[in-house]
C-alpha cells in the first residue's frame, strides 16, 4: 500500500482514447516507417504506460487493452496477415480494403497511400471508434435490464454518485414506483448531489447519513451500486464505505446489484483491503474539515465477490462466478501485461 497524496486524474476513459488518436495522428508519433499491427499495439501499450497516473490508474490501461483486442479481432476477420513482410501486409490489407470499399480499393491499387497509412485508417483508427461507441452507448445498453429487476413499491439503496445508476433509476421509473434511499457518504459528500438530481425527475428519494445503513437496511430490497473496477475474481473496487454496505446487506440477504460499463473491468486479482490501495491526504479525505491531524484514509474498499449478487454490464448480465466468461471475451490474455 502506497502512502502519498492522491492525484487528479488527468484523463477520463474517453478523453484517454481521444488522446490516443491524437498521438497517432501527430507527426512525431514514435512508429516504425512501415509500422505492421504488432508495431502499433506496441506502440498503445508504451503510451498507457506513460499516461497512466499512478498504480490505481485502471481506466486507461483498460480502454487501451480494449482497443487492442478489437485491432486484433478486426485484422483477424479481415485476413490480415500479422508478419514483419511488409509486402505480404500490404496485400493482405489491400485484399481487405478491396470487399470492403470501392473508394479504398482505387486508392491502394493508385498507390496514392501507403501500406502503414491503410493499417492506421482502416483498421487503428476505427477499432478506436468502436470502442468509443461502445463507451457512449454502454448505459443505454444497461438500462435495458431496468423494468426487469424492480417490483412495484420496492425500496431501493443508493451510494456515492453514478451517472451509470442515475440513468438505471430513470429508466426504471418509466414503468415502476419504487423509493429511493441515498446514502451520503462521510468523505467525499456527494450524496446531497446524488438525492438532488434524482428528485429533479420526480423520484421519491429520501438522504440519510452513513451511520444510518444499519438502522434502514431491514427497510431494503436492493441495493444498487457505481463501480470503480471490477476484478477478475469477481470482486470489485468502489468508494470507501462500499465494504461497509455490501456486509450489512448479506447479513439482512438483501441483493447487491453493480451497474457498469464493461470497460471497468480490470484483469487484477486482490487478496484484501491493501492489494490495490493507497493512503491518502486527509484533506482529501474530508475537504470540509478543519482538523489538521487526521487518520490517513484509502482510496478504495475492496468488495470481494461473496457480497455480490449480480453485475449488469452493457455486454449483459453475470454473476461473480461467471464474469471471468466476460474478461476472455472482452479482453486478449496478451495484453493484461499494461
Not at 478543519?290 to 449480480?310: A, C, H, K, R, W
Request: net charge neutral; aromatic share 10%; charged share 20%.
Amino acid at each position: 500500500m502506497n502512502t502519498q497524496k492522491a492525484q487528479p486524474r488527468l484523463y477520463s476513459s474517453k478523453e484517454s482514447l481521444l488522446a490516443l488518436k491524437a498521438h497517432l495522428s501527430a507527426k512525431n508519433a514514435k512508429l516504425p516507417k512501415s509500422p505492421t499491427i504488432e508495431d502499433y499495439i506496441t506502440y498503445i501499450k508504451k503510451l498507457s504506460i506513460r499516461l497512466k497516473q499512478g498504480p490505481l490508474d485502471f481506466w486507461i490501461p483498460n480502454v487501451y487493452r480494449r482497443v487492442i483486442q478489437v485491432i486484433r479481432l478486426m485484422s483477424s476477420e479481415d485476413g490480415f496477415v500479422q508478419n514483419k513482410d511488409k509486402e505480404k501486409n500490404f496485400k493482405a490489407l489491400g485484399l481487405t480494403i478491396q470487399r470492403s470499399s470501392s473508394r479504398s480499393k482505387t486508392t491502394i491499387e493508385t498507390g496514392a497511400e501507403t501500406g502503414s497509412n491503410a493499417i492506421q485508417q482502416y483498421v487503428i483508427l476505427p477499432a478506436i471508434d468502436q470502442v468509443l461507441e461502445e463507451m457512449e452507448a454502454h448505459s443505454d445498453d444497461i438500462n435495458t435490464f431496468a423494468s426487469t429487476h424492480f417490483f412495484t413499491n420496492e425500496v431501493l439503496l443508493v451510494y456515492e454518485y453514478s451517472t451509470t445508476v442515475l440513468n438505471f433509476l430513470l429508466s426504471a421509473k418509466k414503468t415502476r414506483n419504487f423509493e429511493i434511499i441515498v446514502l451520503e457518504s462521510e468523505t467525499e459528500n456527494l450524496g446531497k448531489q446524488f438525492a438532488t438530481d434524482l428528485g429533479k425527475h420526480q423520484l421519491n428519494v429520501t438522504l440519510t447519513p452513513f451511520t444510518n445503513a444499519y438502522a434502514i437496511m431491514q427497510r431494503v430490497n436492493k441495493i444498487l451500486l457505481g463501480v470503480d473496477a471490477i476484478l477478475k475474481n469477481g470482486g470489485l473496487l468502489m468508494h470507501p464505505g462500499t465494504y461497509a454496505i455490501c456486509v450489512l446487506a448479506k447479513q439482512f440477504a438483501v441483493p447487491v446489484i453493480v451497474l457498469s460499463g464493461a470497460h471497468k473491468l480490470t484483469p487484477k486479482y486482490a487478496f484484501d483491503q491493501t492489494t490495490f490501495n493507497e493512503l491518502v491526504s486527509p484533506l482529501k479525505i474530508n475537504p470540509n474539515s478543519t482538523i489538521e491531524q487526521m487518520s490517513i484514509g484509502i482510496t478504495f474498499d475492496y468488495v470481494p465477490p461473496e457480497y455480490i449478487s449480480l453485475y449488469i454490464t452493457n455486454q449483459g448480465q453475470y454473476t461473480p462466478q461467471s464474469i471471468y466468461q466476460l474478461f476472455s471475451d472482452f479482453y486478449n490474455v496478451k495484453d493484461e501485461d499494461i
